[in-house]
């Protein structure tokens, strides 16, 4: 992982989530870009400081320079403030954009050939826990690269656990042995946990002897560990991540049925808001 994107709003949320970020840009020694998306600039209105008159600000190109300037300087601040000296060496490219926020991170991730993109979820509402927004959805849906979702009040306090819920239809060793390089990186286990349905009649023995044989240091050095359970779905990886005090739970975006039904946004939306705990969602390779 070379590239990460950070988007930010320069709320104090924000400066709580770039905290995951830079952590994370430390252990795999990579660049993190910052993004700043702001409204679409529109004709101003001005008042002649000399005789008090009304005139239309022609030049819309030049106001929309300025703008962008000042906003590339706000953010190179943001970064620079938040960012201890001995990283700065890994601060990179700053992308001021204006118009559709979903569709200006989409181009700077393509653009930019980003492996990680960073960003918050919205503020818990009182009558549902609506942490994905729009923007969020279409960014998780278009992505080209795994997307990091944290919660609105969350601060960095370690990655001491990851529960991955994974999907033993058919063993996706390429996606485990990618998680694995962060359970490396963050000194931490990987919990594999396969949520059985009522109304699935599976027998995951034999997926869970492939992992098995592909992994034995990793399995006897306590990097990765199974469990399964029969139930439902949302429930039990809910149950699970805080039986474990997990730190950040990983959704695999795949295109057998079971897991299009996980990765719905309402059930993502759900476990995200019960959990309160950074989720990392990326696509299956199989």
Request: overall charge negative; aromatic content about 12%; proline content about 5%.
């Amino acid at each position: 992982m070379k590239n990460l994107l950070f988007l930010t709003n320069y709320s104090t949320h924000s400066e709580y989530h770039y905290q995951y970020t830079l952590r994370i840009a430390q252990h795999f020694k990579a660049t993190i870009h910052f993004g700043h998306i702001f409204p679409i600039v529109t004709p101003v209105i001005l008042e002649d400081q000399v005789d008090g008159s009304i005139v239309f600000a022609r030049n819309l190109e030049h106001y929309a320079a300025i703008e962008y300037e000042e906003e590339t300087e706000k953010l190179k601040f943001f970064a620079e403030r938040q960012t201890p000296k001995a990283n700065r060496h890994q601060l990179g490219d700053f992308f001021i954009r204006s118009g559709n926020v979903a569709t200006e991170i989409l181009e700077i991730a393509n653009a930019k050939q980003i492996d990680l993109i960073v960003m918050g979820m919205s503020q818990k509402k009182k009558l549902a826990n609506a942490l994905f927004g729009n923007i969020s959805l279409a960014v998780l849906n278009k992505a080209p690269c795994p997307v990091f979702l944290v919660p609105p009040q969350a601060m960095y306090l370690g990655i001491n656990n990851i529960v991955y819920a994974v999907d033993f239809e058919k063993p996706d060793l390429v996606s485990l042995r990618l998680l694995l390089e962060w359970a490396k990186a963050f000194d931490t286990t990987l919990h594999l946990l396969y949520v059985i349905p009522y109304t699935v009649v599976i027998k995951p023995t034999p997926y869970i002897d492939a992992f098995l044989e592909a992994f034995p240091e990793e399995i006897a050095e306590g990097l990765i560990e199974f469990q399964y359970v029969t139930g439902d779905i949302q429930k039990e990886i809910i149950e699970y991540v805080k039986d474990i005090d997990a730190d950040m739970v990983v959704l695999a975006k795949g295109a057998r049925k079971f897991w299009k039904y996980l990765l719905t946004p309402s059930l993502v939306e759900r476990i995200a808001g019960e959990i309160d705990v950074s989720v990392l969602v990326f696509k299956r390779t199989i």
